[in-house]
């Protein structure tokens, strides 16, 4: 496969290691990746905040960007639902419904498309807490939610427990959104702070040294609560982990 590397706004600016992890790893799993330069935003803020026309531009150059390749990739569970679910402030031509169809999270491309049974070259011995943002877990449904009471499964922890020496915190409540919700932070900035304190105390009640997520939108949500909160507890992005980082 010929794939398509996106990297999201917030790891392109704020946690650029994420999207090195992401390359490397596609890397290290032999698949041929390439980063379109003149890439920027998928149109996701736009979109979110009902402002769906003025998504058109970034979502017409996604698709120049990235409709010669067999798949997408990108390290966030926010855009691609975006691109898959809500990509329509364009034109539906066959290259716009190619991209939608063909565009996956780091997490469901590594085990649902690429099906990995290792990560040899991984060891994390550390106490990891699981974040699943909303995007991932209810849209994308890379993991049970509890509300509707189904079997468990979760795809990033069947990932996550190949690497050798991590373990595992539980929650008590695991799929409570964290507060970030994109703009939400914004108009509705004191409960968002509160949801995002719980979040991560609850987390470092369990006995989490470090929140992993595969969404950085969340992990600099909950990040700048825990700091201002003083909760110690560390953040990464599950691209790291299963990279190899030792931290």
């Not at 932070?185 to 040294?209: F, N």
Request: proline residues 5%; aromatic residues 8%; negative net charge.
């Amino acid at each position: 496969m010929k794939i398509g590397l996106f990297i999201p706004c917030y790891i392109d600016a704020f946690y650029p290691d994420a999207g090195i992890a992401t390359l490397e790893l596609l890397e290290k799993l032999g698949q041929d990746v390439e980063y379109p330069l003149d890439q920027t935003c998928c149109g996701q803020p736009m979109g979110n905040s009902g402002c769906n026309s003025d998504a058109a531009a970034a979502e017409a150059l996604f698709v120049r960007n990235f409709a010669k390749y067999d798949k997408i990739v990108m390290p966030s569970g926010s855009c691609t639902h975006h691109v898959r679910d809500n990509f329509d402030a364009i034109p539906q031509t066959d290259e716009v419904r190619h991209v939608r169809e063909n565009t996956y999270e780091l997490v469901e491309f590594l085990h649902d498309i690429l099906k990995v049974d290792a990560f040899p070259w991984a060891e994390f011995n550390h106490t990891v807490g699981l974040h699943n943002s909303c995007g991932t877990l209810r849209a994308l449904r890379t993991a049970s939610m509890s509300e509707l009471g189904e079997k468990p499964f979760s795809k990033p922890m069947d990932l996550l427990s190949k690497v050798k020496g991590i373990r595992f915190a539980t929650p008590r409540r695991p799929d409570e959104c964290c507060g970030f919700g994109g703009t939400f932070s914004v108009t509705e900035e004191a409960v968002s702070a509160r949801m995002g304190v719980d979040k991560v105390r609850d987390h470092h009640q369990a006995g989490a040294e470090y929140i992993v997520s595969a969404d950085s939108s969340c992990i600099m949500h909950q990040q700048g609560c825990a700091e201002r909160a003083g909760v110690p507890i560390r953040f990464i992005h599950i691209a790291q982990i299963l990279n190899g980082a030792a931290q």
